[in-house]
């Protein structure tokens, strides 16, 4: 019979090399099987100790189990080099350069022009406590023209200059109806502020059929055109720079009594003249831009809220509407009334 310990020495030199040379921790796992599992033959000399002739069972048991000892030592101390060595690899490959610049910024927009200064007049009126509402751009005759005391024959009441949507009811032609709805909705002291879309049958360089204004409404006791210009004041420095002044000049809107149109120091030039004596293009020479219409609230517009708490004898107010695109395109020397609405990108990008 030949000798049992000869094949265990050659069967543990095979395996050895061969788990020396294993590439990965699967291939070692495949000769963990071959050489150590249920039916390897190392496994199976051992088991087969005992059919020994006595003699040989002491040094065949020793030197088998030795052998497994060994090998199943050699796989753990390869399995764990493997494992550190291929997640070294995996460490290395998936290494990200934290100096690349990140996922370049999606473009996020930006406010139209007329937007942003709607926002900045807003911004003035609310800081001198002022509240602002909204009203509908779809009106009555009522408060687009009777209630603001528009004589029958008043030309803006004509098909011809207004959009009307039924005998009794307008795309409003200004935001001035909201001072009469606001008055009927709450009782003074009022003191707000109204943007919104206007509608008027118009369309050249310096008219849209559609534009925006601002209207402006305070009422309380002892409020004079004094407490106007104040306010219109701040308005102007604000929008336009410190050094701005304004003046009234005499007007006439159904709705104000007195009326007055409303001009700010001209912010191109210098009393009308540019540094190299030429006259200035923004103002023509004046010195001075028209930029609003106001006045003080006339009564007969008080008569029709009288029973919510407007009895003209105890209350005055004034009033105030601009143009937003108008401000926007003084303040920017937009060219062209159109332009607000074409959405041309390189107008809409130069803004905001
Ligand atoms: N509603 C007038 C317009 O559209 C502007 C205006 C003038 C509004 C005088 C007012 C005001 O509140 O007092 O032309």
């Known amino acids: 019979m030949n000798d049992p310990t000869q094949r265990i020495s050659e069967l543990r030199s095979e395996a050895e090399a061969a788990i020396a040379e294993a590439p990965d921790t699967a291939a070692l796992e495949e000769l963990r099987v071959r050489y150590l599992g249920r039916k390897a033959e190392l496994p199976n000399l051992l088991r087969g100790v005992a059919e020994l002739p006595p003699e040989q069972r002491g040094i065949v048991g020793r030197t088998a189990n030795e052998a497994r000892k060994g090998l199943e030592a050699l796989v753990g101390d390869r399995v764990a080099a493997l494992e550190a ?55 009555l005759v009522h408060y687009n023209f009777d209630a603001l005391n528009h004589a029958e024959t008043h030309p803006a009441r004509n098909r011809s200059d207004t959009f009307y949507v039924a005998d009794e009811a307008v795309l409003r032609t200004h935001t001035s109806p909201m001072q009469v709805r606001a008055m009927e909705l709450y009782p003074p002291p009022l003191y707000i ?108 517009v008080f008569e029709y809220v ?11 107010g004034f009033a105030f509407g601009m143009g937003i695109e108008r401000i926007a395109f003084l303040k920017h020397g937009v060219p062209d009334l159109r332009m607000f609405f074409e959405n041309d990108l390189r107008f809409l990008e130069q803004f905001g």
């Open 85 to 139: 060595a291929e997640l070294d690899a995996r460490l290395a490959a998936d290494r990200v350069d934290v100096t690349l610049p990140g996922a370049p910024p999606q473009p996020v927009g930006r406010h139209h022009l007329l937007s942003s200064t709607r926002r900045e007049i807003e911004d003035v009126f609310l800081g001198l406590g002022f509240s602002v509402m909204e009203g509908p751009e779809v009106d």
């Open 193 to 300: 502020i109204v943007p919104g879309r206007v509608y008027r049958r118009d369309s050249d360089a310096t008219h849209t059929p559609q534009f925006h204004q601002v209207e402006g409404l305070a009422v309380d006791e002892d409020v004079t055109l004094a407490d106007l210009k104040g306010t219109l004041l701040a308005f102007a420095r604000a929008v336009f720079g410190d050094e701005r002044d304004v003046r009234l000049r005499p007007h006439f809107f159904p709705f104000t009594e007195p009326s007055v149109e409303v001009d700010v120091s001209c912010f191109n030039c210098t009393g009308g003249f540019m540094r190299d004596g030429s006259r200035c293009p923004l103002c023509k020479g004046e010195g001075w831009i028209e930029i609003l219409g106001a006045g003080e609230v006339d009564p007969n």
């Open 306 to 316: 009288r029973e919510h708490g407007y009895d003209p004898d105890r209350i005055q």
